[in-house]
């Protein structure tokens, strides 16, 4: 009897096993067999698992959702699948490869063709932020002794037979500056813009960060390269040195609280910052405490009743507009701002408005707000296409470059067109200066290549002896501008 | 994002020698137009370092008067030039197309004077001169040109991928190196397979042995789609992704993971890889391959040594 009773549970347990196993949701799962591609759906299978690998491998969602509830796949068949359905539910989609069949030269292109530069790479330094702050173990290693020099010490690898510096500021040259041995370590002194530069040092050919230096980001390749910012701005703060620490916040830190230490000095804090051209709001701060900056008279409301201090790098912008006298208030906006419809308010002068502000180097656009409503400059002629149908007046603020075209008096038009403005046909309208040409533009540090369209034809830089093929067989203009 | 590599810009070259119809050598002859370079030493031995940018390995050398940087890309039988830069270059037949990003650019061939390392010269070149913005706008940094792999046939290389710098060490005709060398046994030691236009050597995955083009100037490991089930069963795919060319035309990619690859006694597990078909490849090459292995594999190197002479390839893995 017991025996009997054993085999009835057995049995039963079994048959539940069997429901479970029925039950049971699988993954649907991709690979490659025979070489094509396969795509396996079990029955039942789990929604979430089938909803990732839609978007791994980018299948038609809608269209599948839809052939499985409806046993259906004419569209996966007219798209190349060999659809197989099974009777416990299954379905298994296989089709070939999407293989190029043509030029060989073509087949590498698309290789290239889904590249895209990465600002993070080595060698140029990428910030995120628009200030920067050294951080050194006690031994510095990095002096600024002027507003555009630095000196760099190498205290360790006395022994090496010769070691030199490199980096973002000499282009990652590897055989240029040659450091000097002296009793304090390797020595030596380097102009530097003020800004973030990446570094390593090369001892007897084998590379090595600052070993005193705590800034550091990857180099890209599982090493590190130091960071030394080259500062601009020195924030000073009057008093309260009964306090432990003091820190300087401000919107370019996201108003972080113990992000940027001040030192304590004589009477007072002080901390010394690399500011990317702008305007900015900040205060000093600690253990919750806030304060503006007592010395500095340029301060906005903090929406708290009371101050935020406001520095400004840069060359000031008076942006004016004339007339409209009777509105009763009138915005500056523009990408600096982030199109704040609110962005900057301007204030009523005799014959209009006008506003000062800092936007920064580089190519900025605005636009007026009169009363709520969008105007683009009307004394300016400089004016692009969003590339959305409208347009918006453009402004150049501190050039690093200029475009000259010789020749080409009789044109009646001439247009700057780059990678620098997506090629637009519209774009950068250059101005005449007797037999010249000319255009400056703020441009990035990298590869830039451009073209010039006189009279509505597309024309290679004759100035430019560098020049790259394009896919029209008619080249493009190259130009480089380096960090250093 | 998949960034492929000048290897491939090579291969470009027997093919348009054949379809412009001029006489080709079958076989291992057919670069016989680039003899390999005797190299002139300035000092014992040399060391220099490289820095990377991407997964490219980039070089500082000269070029007659000409200085820049230079990818080392030993899947580039010999060296390449950046047309851009040396455009005032006498150009010797124009055969070799380029138009790796571009259909229908044509390149030629050149001779340069002096290829100077700083302390190791090779005088007397002959290299291709193609268009190679490609790689510029990839890498946002100029690039002169290639260093294939004939100008590495007369000499040993040490690549040590932890430190950043590249060693170059004179042999003798058997290929033993003449400065003598710390005794350091490598982690794999590997035979070269087919000729000296591309670094062939042999690994298995999932027991199939199979034949990989070691290539410096790829970022990443390629896999031919083609391969027996037993291999693509170690294959885990993970992403499709297509490759569309400026004319609209779709290549198809996966991006996977290999579980397990095996070289000597030396077991890779978790490798990525881009599966693909790679036919036009293997078309234009007449020596068949499986894979590319790129900067991927690599860098899980400490250092590599290339010997030519001897054929041979030693890896040394890195402690993890």
Redesign the interface.
């Known amino acids: 009897m017991e025996a009997r009773g054993l085999r009835i549970w057995a049995g039963l347990l079994c048959l539940l096993l069997s429901v479970i196993e029925l039950n049971a949701q699988s993954d649907p799962v991709c690979y490659i067999a025979n070489g094509k591609l396969v795509v396996e759906i079990p029955s039942p299978y789990s929604q979430r698992a089938l909803d990732s690998l839609i978007a791994d491998f980018d299948l038609n969602g809608p269209e599948l959702r839809q052939a499985l509830a409806t046993g259906r796949w004419d569209y996966f068949q007219m798209n190349g699948w060999k659809v197989k359905t099974y009777r416990n539910g299954k379905v298994r989609l296989r089709r070939n490869f999407y293989s190029y069949r043509g030029d060989l030269d073509d087949w590498l292109s698309m290789l290239f063709v889904n590249n895209s530069y990465n600002p993070f790479q080595p060698g140029i330094p990428y910030m995120n932020e628009p200030y920067g702050v050294n951080r050194f173990n006690r031994r510095r290693s990095v002096w600024q002794t002027g507003d555009s020099t630095a000196v760099f010490v190498l205290h360790e690898f006395k022994e090496a037979r010769e070691v030199l510096l490199s980096g973002s500021f000499n282009g990652w040259k590897t055989a240029e500056d040659k450091m000097l041995k002296t009793d304090s370590g390797w020595v030596i002194e380097k102009k530097l813009r003020p800004g973030k530069h990446l570094y390593k040092f090369i001892v007897d050919g084998v590379w090595k960060p600052d070993p005193q230096n705590l800034l550091q980001e990857t180099d890209g390749y599982m090493g590190e390269n130091s960071i030394y910012y080259q500062t601009n701005t020195r924030f000073s703060l009057e008093g309260f040195t009964d306090r432990n620490e003091f820190y300087l916040s401000g919107d370019f830190c996201g108003w972080k609280e113990r992000e940027i230490p001040m030192t304590k000095q004589g009477n007072g804090w002080e901390c010394a910052v690399f500011l990317v051209d702008g305007t900015y709001e900040y205060k000093f701060t600690s253990a919750g405490f806030w304060v503006e900056d007592q010395r500095n008279p340029l301060k906005v409301s903090d929406q708290n009743g009371g101050y935020n201090s406001v520095i400004q790098k840069g060359e000031p912008v008076v942006f004016r507009l004339k007339g409209f006298t009777d509105a009763k208030r009138v915005y500056l906006s523009g990408s600096f701002v982030n199109w704040n419809p609110n962005g900057i308010a301007m204030q009523r002068v005799a014959d209009g408005w006008e506003a000062e502000y800092v936007p920064g180097k580089g190519t900025h656009y605005y636009k007026f707000v009169v009363d709520g409503k969008w105007m683009v400059d009307p004394a300016s002629a400089d004016s692009i296409d969003d590339g959305m149908g409208n347009r918006n007046s453009y402004l150049i603020h501190e050039p690093n470059h200029e475009f000259v075209l010789k020749g080409f008096s009789e044109a009646k038009e001439v247009i700057l067109s780059g990678t620098f403005n997506n090629w637009t046909e519209s774009g950068f309208r250059m101005k005449r200066e007797g037999n010249l040409w000319k255009l400056a533009l703020y441009l990035p540090p990298g590869k830039h290549l451009y073209k010039f369209i006189i009279d509505g034809k597309w024309t290679l830089d004759p100035g430019n002896t560098l020049w790259e093929d394009n896919e029209v067989g008619t080249g493009n203009s190259i130009l480089w501008m380096y960090d250093y | 994002?998949?960034?492929?590599f000048p290897l491939?810009?090579m291969?470009?070259f027997p093919?348009r020698w054949e379809l412009n119809g001029l006489p080709v050598a079958k076989g291992k002859s057919r670069f016989s137009l680039f003899p390999e370079p005797s190299p002139i030493w300035k000092e014992a031995s040399l060391?220099?370092?490289?820095?990377?940018?991407?997964?490219l390995m980039?070089v500082?050398l000269s070029v007659d008067s000409i200085r820049g940087d230079f990818i080392l890309d030993t899947g580039a039988p010999h060296l390449v030039l950046n047309?851009?830069?040396f455009?005032s270059y006498p150009r010797f037949g124009e055969v070799l197309?380029?138009?790796?990003?571009?259909?229908?650019?044509v390149g030629n061939q050149t001779r340069i004077g002096k290829l100077d390392f700083?302390g190791l010269e090779f005088n007397a070149v002959d290299a291709d001169m193609v268009?190679l913005?490609?790689l510029?706008?990839?890498?946002?940094?100029?690039i002169y040109g290639l260093i294939g792999l004939n100008l590495l046939a007369r000499l040993e290389l040490n690549i040590?991928f932890e430190?950043?710098?590249l060693?170059f060490f004179p042999v003798n005709r058997r290929g033993d190196r003449l400065v003598p060398s710390a005794a350091d046994s490598a982690d794999v030691e590997l035979n070269m397979t087919g000729s000296n236009r591309q670094l062939f050597i042999d690994g298995s995955i999932g027991g199939k042995m199979l034949r990989y083009c070691l290539d410096t100037g790829a970022e990443t490991n390629l896999l031919h789609?083609?391969?027996s089930?037993k291999v693509?069963?170690n294959?885990q795919?993970?992403?499709?992704?297509?490759?569309?060319?400026?004319?609209g035309?779709?290549?198809?990619a996966?991006l996977g993971r290999i579980a397990s690859m095996q070289f000597g006694s030396q077991v890779y597990p978790g490798l990525p890889a881009v599966?693909?078909?790679l036919?036009?490849?293997k078309?234009?090459f007449q020596e068949g391959f499986d894979g590319v292995l790129g900067m991927d594999f690599l860098?899980r190197h400490q250092k590599m040594v290339i010997n030519l002479s001897q054929r041979k390839v030693r890896l040394w893995k890195r402690a993890d």
Do not use: C, W
């Open positions: 994002m998949i960034r492929v491939l810009l291969l470009l093919v060391r220099i370092p490289f820095r990377f940018s991407g997964n980039l500082e047309k851009t830069y455009r197309a380029s138009g790796v990003s571009v259909a229908g650019n700083g268009p913005g490609h510029e706008s990839t890498t946002g940094t100029p040590d430190a950043g710098f060693e789609n083609q391969l089930n693509m069963q294959v795919l993970l992403k499709r992704t297509s490759i569309t060319g400026s004319t035309k779709v290549s198809e996966i599966i693909l078909d036919n036009p490849l078309a234009a860098y």
